[in-house]
């Protein structure tokens, strides 16, 4: 089954850190560049961070020097990453991974990422 399913967010104070997991089923995903999206209430969705196939990576400037992407092949699944530090009330909001560019088929339930003042 070809799907996305997104892990480890949580409630955090500001300051803190959190790792989010994307464990993605599906050959097709250890070819594609894969991103994780965020959408805070009221806001659109918007990109955070993106990762090739290659290992090459973007960051939008509002995480850039705080969160890092990556990502691997573990037991025959691929895994995407975000580990994210030095965390602002303003990086609350739900995170996704999807491909890029993103596929609505791939939008899975998210995890939410919560950041305390």
């Known amino acids: 089954q070809v799907q996305l399913v997104q892990s480890g967010g949580g409630l955090v104070q500001a300051g803190g850190s959190l790792r989010l997991s994307c464990t993605a089923s599906?050959?097709?995903?250890?070819?594609?560049?894969m991103g994780w999206y965020r959408q805070a209430p009221g806001k659109q969705r918007e990109l955070v961070a993106t990762?090739?196939?290659?290992?090459?990576?973007?960051?939008a400037e509002y995480v850039k020097g705080r969160f890092t992407i990556s990502r691997s092949r573990d037991n025959a699944k691929n895994m995407v990453y975000l580990e994210m530090n030095s965390l602002k009330p303003e990086d609350t909001a739900l995170y996704h991974c999807?491909?890029?560019?993103?596929?609505?088929?791939?939008w899975g339930q998210g995890t939410q990422v919560t950041v305390s003042s």
């Open positions: 599906g050959t097709i995903f250890s070819i594609k560049a």
């Open positions: 999807n491909i890029i560019p993103p596929a609505n088929v791939y």
């Open positions: 990762i090739t196939s290659g290992g090459s990576t973007y960051y």
